[in-house]
């Protein structure tokens, strides 16, 4: 079955950096959309970035220049590459694959950016 497992997620202070990636199984993952969403307590969950199975890139204008997005499809694996984490960055963030319309959620990790 279709699979998305996020790891990367820490404690962080402000300024800092932190790879995020997420693992992909029962699907051929080159040929899915994907993407990164983060949700904040008390908030609604939000658009990061995306990539897709062309590896063209969006960002959400709160996060550009900063992270970076990308795949390796060898691996089955997309990143969130998070330079210069602010506090208002500490959320969970979620990888989310899109084929045929259909939307499958990894299970998220958490991402804390304090001093």
């Known amino acids: 079955q279709v699979q998305f497992v996020e790891s990367g997620g820490g404690l962080v202070q402000p300024g800092g950096s932190l790879r995020l990636s997420c693992a992909a199984s029962?699907?051929?993952?080159?040929?899915?959309?994907m993407g990164w969403y983060r949700q904040a307590p008390g908030e609604q969950r939000e658009f990061v970035a995306s990539?897709?199975?062309?590896?063209?890139?969006n960002y959400a204008d709160s996060v550009k220049d900063r992270f970076t997005i990308s795949r390796d499809n060898a691996k089955n694996t997309m990143y969130l590459q998070m330079n210069t984490l602010e506090p208002e960055d500490s959320a969970v963030y979620y990888c989310?694959?899109?084929?045929?319309?259909?939307?499958?959620w990894g299970k998220g990790t958490l991402v804390t950016v304090s001093s």
């Open positions: 989310k694959g899109s084929r045929y319309g259909i939307d499958y």
């Open positions: 029962g699907i051929i993952f080159r040929l899915w959309n």
């Open positions: 990539i897709s199975s062309g590896s063209s890139t």
